[in-house]
């Protein structure tokens, strides 16, 4: 398979893309890290972005993701919401998974925001959901079943009522 090869071609994985754990704020408009390709301090800021750079652009399809090489004596990110706002993370001698935890802590979503999230897309996915809120008021509304008791009576072999008082 041609997506197999390369340089750790595991981070092209759908599985691998997915695991990742920065979801961004909505207001977040692009997302630049700066590093150089040198350096000692640089070293974590050069994991980060060779393993999580495709995971946050494949968790944040609407953010823009930028990368600049060479143009900084220390790594930094920087974020810009959609308001004009700004935002420096510096980023200088810490490791990938440090860098990961700040920025989750500081511009991603928080858990309980993902999980209504969640919830919310399972809940409008999902066909076979009816009643408030869904796209179905009834059972009644969806193909191939029996209509509302109120519109149209049930048979009477398939009342309860009438099974019982015809077995006495």
């Known amino acids: 398979m041609p997506f197999m090869k390369g340089k750790a071609p595991v981070r092209r994985s759908i599985q691998y893309l997915s695991a990742g754990r920065l979801a961004l704020k909505e207001k977040i408009r692009v997302f630049s890290v700066n590093y150089n390709t040198y350096g000692d301090h640089h070293e974590g800021a050069r994991d980060f972005v060779f ?22 004596p220390s790594p930094f990110i920087k974020c ?39 919830k919310f897309a399972e809940k409008q996915d999902n066909p076979a959901n009816f009643g408030v809120g869904c796209a179905k008021h009834c059972i009644c509304e969806v193909p191939g079943q029996l209509p509302c008791p109120a519109v149209v009576p049930v048979p009477k072999h398939m009342r309860g009522k009438y099974i019982y008082q015809m077995k006495e």
């Open 51 to 72: 393993w999580n750079i495709p995971q946050i652009q494949y968790k944040n399809p609407s953010v823009q993701v930028v990368t600049f090489k060479n143009m900084t």
């Open 80 to 118: 810009y919401y959609e308001d004009g706002k700004q935002i420096l993370i510096d980023i200088d001698s810490k490791d990938r998974n440090e860098i990961m935890q700040h920025l989750v802590k500081v511009i991603g979503k928080t858990q309980e925001t993902l999980k209504a999230e969640a």
